[in-house]
């Protein structure tokens, strides 16, 4: 058994070694704590000795180019830093008449001391009591200022089996004065120099997660959030890998992402020695925070890893570490529940004799969460008014939600709520009580998007009537889910908090959130920002699952999907089945289709399911029944991805379940001229000597293969179908070992 983390006092060298990767970094003889290497691990040891001779040439003057393990300002101006902190003037500056030259925005960071422990966690880590805590080992290396009391630790976190490290900095004024930050970086992470290609999500409202890949040249690419939530237009998330050099199953990958739900940055910097550093944290450009004598505070985390089987193994790793250490626990078991939400059947025509109607179909149907989404509070009649009013609305359920939830509980399903808990319409009866209670700049604009305004979470009165109000309805009501949306960007972020607010409003929500999932054991949260608005490590350290986009077009939400299971894994992605012809593109798609793509994750219905043929409704009872056979193995499962549908051709994924005794299949075509023969997709991680017997959701039998077979010759064509071609949309199997 190999020491995770080891300390070589001779070279006074850190070494930090996961099962396949190591990273490592040294103290000079003046205490500058530089960057050794971080990389796939070729053997089971690893001896660095003769480290000198890796140190960077100092391409210009005063050491700019080093690999400084977090640069500060001040140490390192001429390329982008971690942290920038700006210092109040000592008297005796002003005393020799140098106020010109105050405040004083040097920082030099040298190693003071290290420690190993393993009850160490990260700033903004859950603390609701669900997630499972299992001891890891950090390391926390403090430097201080080479002149002031200010110290910076520097955290590590390693989760071996899984080739995860997690980095974050607590910074503390141990000075006389206060000290102002005004860029903070949770991590800096040093690639090897190289030539290099980055993949993340790119896209926009019903566009999210749309994967783009770019060469990165020489300089900064910023890649950065300003809305206050995680954002639709970028993701925290990243892989990168040497040009031209890794592929989804092969080659090596660098990968990452932030547990932070508000506005970030990452910044790709390719040096001209084209040395490549990475800073990740608080988006800056309005941002800063001051410390008072004594104050500390600790970043969330910036989790990173490298896989050297490519896209796939980095995405494995990344799904993996959220199941197991990430996602928090259900009461309700490991399983998402098939889940109906009726926003696309009323909108905001809610009334209790509907309701009462498609909660019984959904039962007959196989349903087993019954969602009630916006429109059902006071006021709510549209978008217009009534948030930030949550109590229910009795022109609508005139003796509360409670005969509502009665039924639903008697049909066998479990009652969900639709909330919007941060924001408030100005017709509202809290807005009009407490117009000061939002973001603004007093005698300045205040622009409404959908007609909304954004409550000041830095202010904790604020934070605690919104938690009362969510209390007193989970109180009241046998409530065990909510829809946690946020719909709109920030415009004045004028707050009590000042630039702390990007903070400070993540900090409320996040409370918010933990102490409702501490008081009520039985609810679970899914996180929606206007669809896939607030995806990251963060807010799915509370919410067990998102909703990915308000867009739920089949054929686009393939690319979704694609793009989101890079970093996030199929239990946490909500995904319905919704109308044929759908809402948002107009485009009419078949109902295999529909389903085999929402299968992909945690399946819901989005249907009027009281307006559609009673043919179509027994499709959905099988399917629905199908899906149940297989989700343990799609939501439990390794993911493989065979082809992404932006490669055109088809997107197929396979999951394995962890025995690897069953499999699902799923192939959804989304480009191919008639004609056009798609390959026989070879399989992943089966058992070799073991045979599969295939079916699909008829429990038809497709036949029966040997897994060696399956992962050589690939995926067969089947006796109904013929051989898969343009004329098969989609298609979803389960192999099983007889
Ligand atoms: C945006 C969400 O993404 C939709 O699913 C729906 O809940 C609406 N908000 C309701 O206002």
């Keep these: 058994m190999v020491d995770t983390i080891t300390f070589d006092t001779g070279q006074r060298l850190f070494l930090l070694r996961t099962d396949r990767s190591f990273y490592a970094m040294r103290v000079l003889a003046d205490g500058e704590l530089v960057h050794v290497g971080f990389g796939a691990l070729v053997a089971t040891t690893l001896a660095l000795n003769n480290l000198d001779h890796y140190e960077e040439p100092n391409y210009v ?26 210092f109040p003037q000592p008297a005796a500056a002003l005393q020799q008449d140098e106020a010109a030259h105050v405040p004083i925005r ?65 910074v503390e004024n141990a000075a006389e004065m206060p000290v102002t930050i005004e860029g903070l970086a949770f991590a800096t992470v040093h690639l090897p120099t190289d030539r290099y290609e980055l993949r993340r999500a790119a896209g926009s409202w019903g566009r999210e997660f749309v994967c783009v890949t770019q060469e990165l040249h020489q300089g900064v690419t910023p890649l950065r959030q300003l809305g206050l939530n995680t954002g639709h237009n970028a993701n925290p998330s990243f892989l990168i890998h040497p040009k031209g050099r890794a592929g989804p ?30 800073h990740g944290g608080y988006e800056d450009s309005n941002f800063s925070m001051t410390l008072k004598p004594s104050q500390r505070h600790r970043t969330p985390a910036f989790i990173f890893g490298v896989a050297e089987d490519g896209t796939n193994g980095a995405s494995r790793r990344l799904h993996a570490w959220m199941r197991r250490h990430v996602l928090p626990q259900s009461a309700h078991g490991p399983l998402r529940p098939v889940l109906y939400n009726g926003w696309e059947s009323v909108y905001f ?33 549209n978008d217009r008014a009534g948030l930030g009013d949550w109590t229910v609305d009795r022109d609508i359920f005139p003796q509360g939600l409670a005969p509502l939830i009665a039924e639903v509980r008697r049909l066998g399903m479990r ?112 996180s929606c920002s206007g669809g896939g608005g607030r995806v990251d490590a963060g807010i799915l350290s509370r919410c067990l699952q998102a909703w990915t986009s308000d867009n739920t077009d089949a054929m686009d939400r393939v690319y979704i999907q694609d793009g989101f299971s890079l970093f996030y894994p199929p239990p946490a992605m909500e995904s319905w089945v919704t109308h044929e012809r ?34 179509d409704l027994e499709n959905y009872r099988r399917k629905i029944a199908f899906y149940k056979k297989i989700r343990h193995i799609v939501q439990g499962g390794e993911l493989h991805r065979l ?58 039998e497709l036949g029966h293969f040997s897994g060696a077979q399956l992962m050589t010759l690939g995926m067969p064509g089947d006796q109904r179908h013929g051989h898969l071609t343009c004329s098969v949309r989609s298609r979803t199997v389960l192999l099983a070992v007889v």
């Design 106 to 170: 040097d920082l030099r960071l040298r190693y003071v001391s290290h420690e190993i422990s393993t009850s160490a966690e990260p700033g903004l880590a859950a603390q609701h009591g669900r997630n499972p805590a299992t001891p890891k080992p950090v390391l926390c290396i403090t430097l201080r200022d080479i002149g002031y009391n200010f110290l910076v630790r520097l955290n590590y976190r390693v989760t071996p089996e899984l080739d995860i490290f997690e980095r974050w900095v607590e």
């Design 349 to 381: 025509d809610i009334s209790m004799d509907k309701q009462l109607q498609l909660a019984r179909t959904a039962a007959a149907i196989g349903v087993e969460l019954f969602c009630v989404d916006d429109g059902w509070f006071s006021g709510r009649r």
């Design 582 to 615: 759908n809402h948002q593109t107009g485009r009419v798609i078949e109902l295999d289709v529909r389903f085999d793509v929402a299968m992909r994750g945690v399946l819901g219905i989005g249907t009027n399911i009281d307006a559609i043929p009673a043919e």
């Design 643 to 700: 082809a992404e549908g932006q490669n055109g051709g088809a997107s197929v994924w396979q999951s394995v379940s962890p025995d690897r005794r069953e499999s699902v299949y799923s192939v959804v075509v989304v480009q191919a001229m008639q004609g056009h023969h798609l390959p026989f997709y070879r399989l992943r991680n089966l058992i070799p000597d073991a045979t599969y017997r295939l079916t699909d959701e008829w429990d038809h």
């Design 415 to 526: 009652f969900g709520l639709w909330v919007e808990p941060e924001m408030v319409n100005p017709d509202s009866h809290l807005y009009r009580a407490h117009p000061d209670w939002v973001l603004h700049f007093p005698g300045r604009p205040r622009i409404q998007t959908r007609h909304q305004l954004i409550l000041d979470f830095g202010r904790s009165d604020v934070v605690d009537a919104i938690y009362t109000m969510l209390d007193s309805l989970l109180a009241e009501n046998d409530i065990t889910f909510f829809k946690w949306d946020m719909n709109r960007y920030v415009t004045e972020a004028g707050s009590a908090a000042g630039r702390e607010i990007w903070y400070q409003h993540v900090q409320g929500l996040y409370d918010v959130m933990d102490r409702l999932l501490k008081k009520y054991p039985r609810l679970d949260i899914q």
């Design 249 to 278: 199953d092969q080659g090596i990958t660098y990968f990452g992402m932030m547990a932070f739900s508000g506005n970030w940055s990452l910044r790709f910097d390719v040096l001209p020695t084209d040395a490549v550093r990475i």
């Design 61 to 86: 003057w005063e050491k700019q180019g080093r690999r400084w393990e977090y640069p500060a300002f001040g140490d390192v101006t001429t390329h982008d830093v971690a942290i920038r902190a700006v």
